[in-house]
């Protein structure tokens, strides 16, 4: 006599097909004209006009991720296109190596927390000291440091959220004033 799964099984089974059929089309968001071909230059009113556009946009590309970053970074952005900003994190150790991400795909925050915990060198907990800085353990310290919202590493940024985990990274850098009242 055949006996029928529990009907827990069976709704388990169920779910597992509809995500994988529903997953089989996901694609990565993109973004149609990064504003580092408008405003990519290194003058004050070029870098306010991209930060003040930025913070209107749905979607933060890896480009002007990477364009704000050095912005922050250096207080300018010396690479002449996406590949040599690439090339600069990559040299200075804030990009892994395996990066090789379209530059007008959103920037996940997996990715843009690896470049900042190496910035600011974060170690981190022991995970971290094993295997270095990845996404997903970058965006926890990054969580807990109050720079970044409470997220996954694979999801993106708006383009208001990404100015303010830059103003966050400057609040981190910031050393707290003394308490000078008088009590």
């Not at 529903?22 to 930060?51: E, M, R, Y």
């Not at 060198?121 to 094993?130: C, E, F, L, N, S």
């Amino acid at each position: 006599m055949r006996s029928d799964p529990p009907i827990a099984a069976r709704a388990i089974a169920w779910a597992f097909c509809a995500l994988t059929t529903i997953c089989a089309g996901c694609q990565t968001a993109h973004v149609n004209s990064p504003l580092t071909g408008k405003f990519s230059g290194n003058d004050a009113d070029a870098q306010l006009n991209f930060w003040h556009e930025l913070a209107n946009r749905h979607l933060t590309s890896n480009d002007e991720a990477l364009h704000g970053l050095l912005l922050y970074a250096d207080g300018r952005d010396d690479a002449i296109n996406y590949d040599k900003r690439v090339a600069t994190l990559k040299s200075r150790g804030l990009l892994p190596a395996s990066f090789s991400e379209p530059a007008n795909d959103a920037i996940r925050r997996g990715d843009l927390a690896v470049a900042v915990v190496n910035l600011l060198g974060i170690k981190g907990g022991w995970v971290m000291h094993i295997f270095g800085p990845i996404p997903r353990y970058a965006v926890r310290e990054l969580v807990y440091a109050g720079i970044f919202p409470p997220s996954s590493p694979q999801q993106t940024f708006s383009g208001a959220e990404f100015v303010g985990v830059i103003g966050k990274l400057d609040d981190y850098q910031q050393p707290v004033a003394a308490d000078t009242s008088v009590r």
